[in-house]
């Protein structure tokens, strides 16, 4: 398995509701990451875990909450977003500096 | 800090034409490189790196790129593009200290047919 798998593909929210995305992998990469993207943009990271642990939050704000229950599963918990924070979040995985990141497809969000 | 410079914000050519996405970086020491393409709506796939050893490296889908340290240079080239390569090139840089990349803001590449 040579994949990460999110989901879900699309979610609607409203700004008071509490969703979560879901981030798979099996390649026993050690370190998994949550980015978010805009449209045209580059892809801005969020968080970083490494070995389970969070290692790197990139100072974003306490409505977006990660959580990663074992070695293969990162989650992301979502509660009363912002229409601004609408975009692209991708989750990519790694097994070293020099291997590169395998990324997900992607949740697009949209938040109403 | 690392950093790095996509100065084409947006590039087309033909169908069966060659390609050639560049690439500039900033790092006092030999960098990680990658490059990765966005389809639209998809996820970043990593079409080469480069960290070591021969200069030219050889990437999926046809790809190719050449680190040139004098130029601090990472291009990408492709000698006969098709309209399916049609998508966003993003080029990356990585040290040798932490797992994060610097990801440019990306290359749009069009094709015509």
């Known amino acids: 398995d040579t994949e990460v798998t999110q989901t879900p593909k699309h979610l609607v929210m409203g700004m008071t509701n509490k969703k979560s995305l879901k981030c798979e992998q099996h390649m026993g990469h050690r370190a998994m990451y949550w980015y978010k993207q805009k449209a045209k943009k580059p892809p801005e990271l969020m968080f970083v875990?490494?070995?389970?642990?969070?290692?790197i939050n990139e100072s974003v704000p306490s409505r977006f909450s990660p959580e990663c229950p074992n070695s293969s599963l990162l989650n992301l918990h979502l509660h009363a977003l912002q229409p601004e924070d609408s975009a692209l979040y991708l989750c990519a995985s790694s097994q070293g500096q020099h291997y590169g990141y395998t990324f997900g497809s992607g949740t697009r969000l949209t938040v109403v | 800090a690392q950093s790095v410079t996509q100065p084409d914000i947006h590039i087309t050519v033909s169908e069966g034409a060659s390609l050639e996405l560049r690439c500039n970086y900033s790092?006092?020491?030999?960098?990680?490189l990658f490059w990765y393409v966005q389809s639209p709506g998809q996820g970043l796939q990593l079409l080469l790196k480069?960290?070591?050893?021969?200069?030219l490296v050889q990437g999926i889908k046809g790809f190719e790129a050449e680190f040139k340290r004098s130029q601090s240079s990472f291009n990408l080239r492709k000698p006969s593009v098709h309209w399916s390569d049609a998508a966003e090139y993003f080029c990356?840089?990585?040290?040798?200290?932490?797992?994060?990349?610097?990801f440019g803001r990306g290359t749009s590449l069009i094709v015509h047919p």
């Open positions: 790092y006092g020491a030999t960098p990680y």
């Open positions: 480069y960290f070591s050893g021969d200069t």
């Open positions: 875990y490494s070995y389970e642990k969070l290692s």
């Open positions: 990356a840089v990585g040290d040798g200290g932490s797992y994060i990349p610097t």
